[in-house]
């Protein structure tokens, strides 16, 4: 263990500690590599002072987070000194104290708040719920700045003698900031900025206005003027009492004027005022209605503002400023064009082709239009829209303008009177299904498609106008939902009925599902959802190109992966009598605290096949992250890496720094293991994860902390080279097994240890002369444990006795 020294006083849960009056007197008297720096406030009493950096990390001073600030003031410190800091998440909690702390009334505080240590002094002031200040306030000596706390608020209940009037329905524990001047604050009602409530600040005389809370008013004054014909109006408003009389004019539904006046005594100027607005309800006698329009829902309580000239207001349709309703103001000689209101004109193109996606739903598409316009046939969806439309339209040279309809999409609530303006007649009007702006719904002018169709390679290359403003939703797409590992279990054995389905073998909640253009083959893609591809969107034209996996169709967008986050893998801790597996299930323990996995150890179990089946089955879900015992993992790992289920299961290998030999690849590192095929693998090869298909991932998942004693030292590399040999020719492996043979980076007995086990696998391997079943041997550890007492006449207890007892 480590020196512990504090500063100030002595911590309650570290009574050995002693006293230093300095840094540099705690470097004098240590007598370890690294010593303990430790803050009395700070609760040790669940902190394991054993604690040890990674080797890489052995020249930095070690800071430790509390509940509240990344540094508590406990520090691991090199006896050899230190440049900068690393800053730990491992939380040791502070406790509260009454220290430097006033206006300490507020009971369900946490007061074990402090500051970071390397802040320069401030003076703190935590906030209520009405001010930056006003809650307890924590003083560093010598501060004199000021410094706002915004977190862990405070309900202030208590309301100050400063009011000068407490009958409103207002929340009076409002209080100022305690850094302001004083003023007199004044609150406003519901409609100034005045009418409310004051707080009076001893000795103040300037006038504040506060925005922030208000109160109701609910009484009328005298001096309201009500047309007729008008109502639900708020007659509790009232003007502002620093502004000069004016008469308030206040407007309708439709205009400025026309509703009720306020009129201030000795008022002459008009002010016009937008809220609130009273609701107009009688209909003038100027209006001239066409016969022809469906004028049954045209509100023709509009009117004009009286304050403009004499008009004809002309009312427009739902798509064009004409054809509407008129308004004509005597003696008004001039048009003036209204688009507030409009009136609905019957539709424009008289019939729809309905585009069959061979999703069963053209019935349905009918039954949706049948009664707003006239199904003229319904035709087969080529492999692109292009071809399609030119093949539909090619037919109907006695059509101007007709629709095409998908049914993919739903029509229930589309408005086919819409109709272009005059000048883009002759453009293919294209409507967006959901948010795919290339949608599956087009008005087309028959005459001018046909004309120019043929100079035309792909549809996106027509004139086209894209109207996204009206959108068409599609149908929910046909969701296959499987339990099986990845979609490639899955994707030859269903009938795909739609053009495009949702594979999904997990329970993640999809908020929000992209829609994907039908418009031509490349933009029909491969949709995943999650990083891990849980649920993906796949198109029915992909199932002719995927044999393997589903990248086997060459149109992916990835870009959509983000839309929900996968369930985190388990992570499994597997040992078998490892001298470190302790140390190295703590490490694991500390990095499972701010980690979203499920993390569980399995030990004890005889056999390698054995321990990785009991792992496995100890998991939750398909895939499970596995570290072994002499594993040191890597705390920056990303733990929410997840399988890619467009490809067929597999396992996944991970890299390891092995600090013996400097050589950082897969061996002794974490695996992401599949469930199923670890239940079938029969383990009759060399190396149990190799013997199924794999893929090495180069994260680094930790340390491969191997030599401990000289047992597993000298197992690990005897296993390790066996299968390094075997492998051979190779350029890479020539390469490890060399650092394997010749490399102590430790320049220890453990680390001589490792190169023996190397060099004893060489040479058993020559030996065994490519005979399988020899090698097939070393695949067990009672076999090794045998092999290694007749080599070194010491059973692996008996030496690794002898190693700790030297």
Not at 111 to 140: A, E, K, L
Not at 192 to 197: L, S
Not at 722 to 748: C, F, G, M
Request: charged letters at 25%; aromatic letters at 14%.
């Amino acid at each position: 263990m480590f020196d512990i020294f504090y500063f100030d006083k002595l911590p309650k849960s570290v009574p050995f500690a002693r006293q230093v009056v300095s840094l540099n007197e705690a470097y004098k008297l240590s007598r370890t590599r690294y010593f303990w720096i430790v803050d009395y406030l700070c609760d040790y009493s669940e902190w394991d002072f054993l604690w040890e950096p990674a080797p890489w990390e052995s020249e930095y001073r070690h800071a430790f987070a509390s509940q509240h600030q990344a540094d508590c003031g406990t520090y691991l410190v090199p006896k050899t000194g230190y440049k900068e800091t690393k800053y730990n998440s491992c939380i040791i909690p502070r406790v509260p104290t009454q220290e430097n702390w006033t206006n300490t009334d507020y009971t369900d505080f946490d007061y074990s708040w402090h500051p970071s240590p390397t802040d320069p002094p401030y003076i703190y002031y935590f906030p209520t719920q009405h001010q930056r200040t006003g809650g307890p306030v924590y003083t560093v000596p010598d501060a004199t700045d000021i410094k706002y706390v915004s977190t862990m608020q405070v309900v202030k209940e208590t309301v100050d003698d400063h009011w000068n009037d407490l009958s409103y329905d207002f929340d009076y524990t409002w209080h100022p900031d305690l850094t302001d001047e004083p003023y007199i604050y004044q609150f406003g009602t519901q409609h100034q900025k005045t009418g409310g409530p004051r707080y009076v600040m001893p000795g103040a005389t300037e006038v504040k206005y506060v925005r922030t809370i208000k109160c109701k008013r609910t009484s009328v004054d005298q001096y309201w003027e009500t047309p007729d014909g008008v109502q639900n109006f708020d007659y509790t408003w009232h003007p502002d009492a620093t502004d000069k009389p004016y008469v308030y004019q206040f407007g309708t539904q439709w205009q400025k004027t026309g509703g009720p006046r306020y009129v201030m005594p000795g008022a002459t100027e008009m002010k016009y005022v937008q809220n609130p607005r009273c609701e107009k309800t009688s209909i003038d006698s100027c209006w001239h209605i066409p016969e022809d329009a469906e004028y049954e829902d045209f509100d023709q309580t509009w009117h004009p503002d009286a304050t403009d000239k004499p008009y004809v207001y002309q009312f427009g349709t739902q798509w064009q400023k004409t054809g509407g309703p008129r308004y004509v103001v005597p003696g008004a000689t001039e048009t003036k064009y209204v688009d507030q209101i409009k009136i609905k004109t019957e539709r424009f193109a008289k019939g729809a082709i309905v585009i069959d996606h061979f999703d069963g739903n053209t019935d349905k598409v009918q039954s949706e239009i049948s009664d707003r316009t006239t199904v003229l046939k319904t035709a087969r969806y080529f492999d692109n829209y292009l071809d399609t439309i030119k093949r539909v339209i090619s037919t109907l040279e006695d059509q101007e303008y007709v629709w095409i309809v998908s049914s993919v999409c739903d029509y229930t609530d589309f408005d086919f009177s819409w109709h272009p303006e005059t000048w883009q007649a002759a453009m293919l009007h294209v409507f967006a299904s959901n948010e795919q702006k290339f949608g599956d719904t087009f008005f087309v002018h028959v005459p001018s498609f046909l004309s120019r169709i043929d100079d035309v390679e792909l549809l996106d290359w027509y004139d086209c106008n894209f109207v996204e403003d009206i959108t068409v939703p599609r149908r929910p797409m046909q969701v296959i939902s499987h339990n099986e590992d990845t979609h490639m279990d899955v994707i030859q054995d269903q009938n795909f009925r739609d053009p495009l389905v949702l594979l999904s073998n997990s329970d993640v909640d999809i908020e929000y599902i992209p829609t994907v253009s039908l418009w031509r083959e490349k933009t029909k893609t491969v949709v995943p959802l999650t990083p891990g591809a849980t649920n993906v969107i796949l198109p029915r034209v992909s199932l002719p190109y995927i044999k393997t996996q589903i990248y086997d169709y060459p149109n992916i967008d990835k870009t959509k992966k983000h839309i929900a986050d996968d369930h985190p893998m388990d992570v499994i801790f597997i040992s078998n009598g490892e001298t470190n597996a302790e140390q190295n299930w703590k490490h694991l323990s500390c990095i499972a605290e701010h980690i979203p996995n499920r993390v569980v150890r399995v030990d004890g179990v005889q056999g390698r096949a054995q321990a990785y089946r009991a792992a496995l089955q100890a998991s939750k879900t398909e895939w499970a992250f596995c570290i072994f015992a002499k594993l040191e993992a890597n705390p920056e790992f990303d733990w929410n890496w997840q399988p890619d289920r467009l490809q067929q299961a597999k396992h996944y290998i991970f890299h390891a720094k092995n600090p013996v030999n400097n050589l950082t690849y897969g061996h002794m590192a974490m695996i992401a293991y599949n469930k199923k095929l670890v239940e079938i693998n029969p383990a009759t090869g060399l190396d149990f994860t190799l013997d199924q298909k794999h893929e090495v991932v180069p994260m680094l998942s930790g340390i491969a902390r191997y030599a401990h004693d000289p047992w597993i030292a000298w197992r690990s590399a005897f296993r390790e080279c066996i299968k390094l040999k075997h492998s051979l020719p190779n350029i890479e492996n020539e390469y490890r097994l060399e650092q394997w043979l010749t490399v102590n980076a430790q320049n220890d007995e453990l680390g001589d240890w490792s190169i023996r086990g190397a060099n004893d696998a060489v040479e058993y391997y020559n030996r065994a002369q490519g005979s399988f079943d020899l090698l097939r041997l070393t695949y067990e550890w009672d076999w090794l444990a045998e092999y290694f007492t007749e080599r070194y006449n010491q059973s692996p207890a008996q030496k690794c006795t002898q190693f700790l007892s030297q």
